[in-house]
């Protein structure tokens, strides 16, 4: 049971590897759209997911509906408004990330000509309103649909109009950690620069290179926090995610709204619509995946700020930053610790619309996107 500190500290401990065992996770969001260029409702989806099921696929249930598939250490999850996302297995190195993304499309090219759908590999969907778009039997993703929009105006197109490429790294000591995670935090600008491919809002010009970071920018649960640019130990993120509201508890397969309190009223077995529980591991890392900051730390970090690219560039953006992170991070820490943190994140607010025409420091976002690039 997680009932101090010093198990959430235990647990982030947990994820510490020999460097010669580092992995690299990938997950890459895709919308789908039928004949009629709309969203892929849910019937569709179980269509598409029968499919797949020939190619070696074995089906996630919920309640008795099929919300996800999985072969071997990948899966293919549902997001709320059906795009499908592919959590890749934890792999050695950017070719083998690259060629499990290629078998993967070859699979789904298969399914998708087949059934008449289209793959549409954009940051924001670029035709529908929100409105026009379909749901799916998720139990979480009602419960989020009501609560989410209540601090964060965009949180729903957040939830069902946005698609990112999100990397998954590993770190070698809380050292290595904190090292990491000040570098991750201080290239958010740079990122959504650099990967900006949702301009396109409803068939018109959005006027934003990145709408999508401009969603997650006003999403419940997202942002980045000053504390991120701290030299952030185990034990500060533990505080920070004690301190953070939970937004739902899974208890006896049934989603209970968590919006009234924090993990910490968890801990202290304070929740009363769930028998005064203590949370257990399996609650912790709900809570931890739960929180939409532009990274975040399980027992491994999470890189959140890329929008999605098309098939030929899926894997542009785990190479820069795996070249940075694994390659060349005591340069890359030097030199972003002699940025301003205030500066980063008028900069991170700026980037979605200016792109690499942002200020950081003295230089626009091109000239720091070149000097990262010689780094990784």
């Given at each position: 049971m997680i009932d101090t500190k010093e198990k959430i500290i235990?647990?982030?401990?947990?994820?510490?590897?020999?460097?010669?065992n580092f992995k690299i996770g990938i997950e890459h969001e895709k919308f789908l759209f039928d004949e009629k260029n709309k969203r892929l409702d849910y019937s569709k989806i179980k269509e598409m997911f029968s499919a797949l099921i020939e190619f070696g696929w074995k089906p996630i249930l919920e309640n008795s509906n099929i919300i996800g598939l999985n072969k071997g250490g990948k899966n293919i999850t549902l997001e709320p408004g059906n795009q499908i996302e592919l959590s890749g297995d934890k792999l050695n190195h950017i070719h083998e990330v690259c060629a499990e993304s290629q078998d993967y499309l070859f699979e789904l090219k298969q399914v998708t000509k087949k059934l008449n759908i289209s793959i549409v590999s954009a940051g924001f969907d670029p035709i529908s309103k929100l409105n026009e778009i379909p749901n799916n039997?998720?139990?979480?993703?009602?419960?989020?649909?009501?609560?989410?929009?209540?601090?964060?105006?965009?949180?729903l197109d957040m939830m069902y109009r946005t698609c990112g490429t999100q990397l998954n790294i590993d770190?070698?000591?809380?050292?290595?950690?904190?090292?990491k995670f000040k570098v991750v935090n201080s290239i958010v600008p740079i990122s959504i620069a650099l990967f900006a491919n949702s301009s396109i809002i409803e068939k018109k010009k959005s006027n934003y290179l990145s709408y999508r970071s401009k969603v997650w920018q006003n999403t419940s649960r997202g942002g980045l926090p000053k504390l991120f640019f701290e030299e952030l130990n185990f034990e500060k993120y533990a505080d920070f995610i004690m301190n953070f509201p939970i937004l739902f508890i899974l208890d006896k397969d049934n989603y209970i709204s968590g919006q009234k309190y924090t993990f910490k009223n968890f801990m202290d077995k304070e929740i009363g619509e769930i028998g005064y529980r203590l949370p257990n591991e399996n609650d912790l890392s709900i809570h931890l995946s739960t929180i939409f900051t532009e990274n975040r730390l399980k027992k491994y970090i999470e890189l959140r700020s890329m929008d999605t690219c098309g098939w030929d560039c899926l894997c542009s953006g785990p190479a820069f930053n795996v070249g940075i992170l694994y390659g060349n991070l005591d340069e890359a820490y030097e030199l972003i610790s002699q940025w301003d943190k205030d500066k980063i994140i008028n900069a991170y607010l700026e980037a979605p619309r200016k792109g690499f025409n942002t200020q950081l420091m003295g230089k626009d976002l091109l000239y720091w996107a070149s000097t990262l690039l010689s780094l990784s």
């Open positions: 235990e647990y982030f401990k947990s994820g510490i590897k020999d460097t010669k039997p998720k139990q979480r993703y009602k419960l989020m649909t009501k609560d989410m929009p209540l601090d964060g105006e965009l949180s770190y070698n000591s809380e050292k290595d950690f904190i090292k």
